[in-house]
């Protein structure tokens, strides 16, 4: 089992930034991959970025050159730097780990005003 704790969310106005972190518990040792996912009540969930253990990353084409997402693995967190945010960012996020099988974090509420 795999215990995952978001923070970070919030509001913000365009243009801005915002910084969300996700640490993780339990059995961290099978985790090979950790992600950022967003929500809203329009549209289903949909990836934002992603790191493997190895540190490869990829990341949604709405995102690219705007969100950043790093791991740190001596504190079993993983992040998401997100600059220039825009209204249409507005979302819940969700941090997911995949350890044989996928594991949800509560989600946090990130709101970007115009």
């Known amino acids: 089992q795999v215990q995952l704790v978001e923070s970070g969310g919030g509001l913000v106005q365009a243009g801005g930034s915002l910084r969300l972190s996700c640490a993780a518990s339990?059995?961290?040792?099978?985790?090979?991959?950790m992600g950022w996912h967003r929500q809203t009540p329009e549209k289903q969930r949909e990836k934002v970025a992603v790191i493997t253990s190895a540190g490869d990353t990829n990341y949604a084409d709405s995102v690219k050159g705007r969100f950043t997402i790093s791991r740190d693995n001596a504190k079993n967190t993983v992040y998401l730097q997100m600059n220039s945010l825009k209204p249409e960012d507005t979302a819940v996020y969700y941090c997911?780990?995949?350890?044989?099988?996928?594991?949800w974090g509560q989600g946090t509420q990130v709101t970007v005003s115009s």
């Open positions: 997911q780990a995949w350890a044989g099988a996928n594991y």
């Open positions: 339990g059995s961290i040792f099978s985790i090979s991959l």
